[in-house]
């Protein structure tokens, strides 16, 4: 049974009526991804928020400079919150990204389930159990939460990284749930 068809219940712009620099930046996403991404066929209903939330997608999740943690990590991260919220978009979209990145399609599908069941080095282990936590119950992160990131390895750059990643995720998961946002249906045959 396909998905729904719609991209999100609100109305967008025809994509042909955009600006040459969105158009220049689907294309390059058409280039890289086979595809333009839903999530941001949502945000050309807003030009200014969609260059504002590309670019700062771009730096959190692509510039491997600006981070200390891997691009699958960061992506396990948004895996593991958007399992928390239950957002279907994040799962499908992240869930794929996970099994591109790791070349382990069963990686990908434990992250989307309960990555509790995979088996993950303690460092991996210690980040996904506190982005869940800070998902789950933010109000209950305190001291030793933070002590458990840097007794397993990370710096506080990195746990600076980990929240921001998580908190960037939290906010994606109520934007597709708020909208009703679907994921690109190719994620689904992808890299398994």
Known sequence: M???GHIVRVPLPDPETLDEDTKKYFAICEEKLGLVPNVLRAYTGNIEKFRNFTAFYNTLMLDEEAC???KLEREMIAVVVSSVNRCYYCLVAHGQAVRQL???PELGEMMVMN???AELEPRRRAMLDFAWKLTEAPHDIAEADRRSLLDAGFTEQDIFDICDTAAFFNYTNRMAHGLDMMPNADYHKMDR
């Open 2 to 4: 396909p998905q729904p």
């Open 68 to 70: 200390g943690l891997s």
């Open 102 to 104: 790791s070349g382990d």
């Open 115 to 117: 990555y509790r069941v």
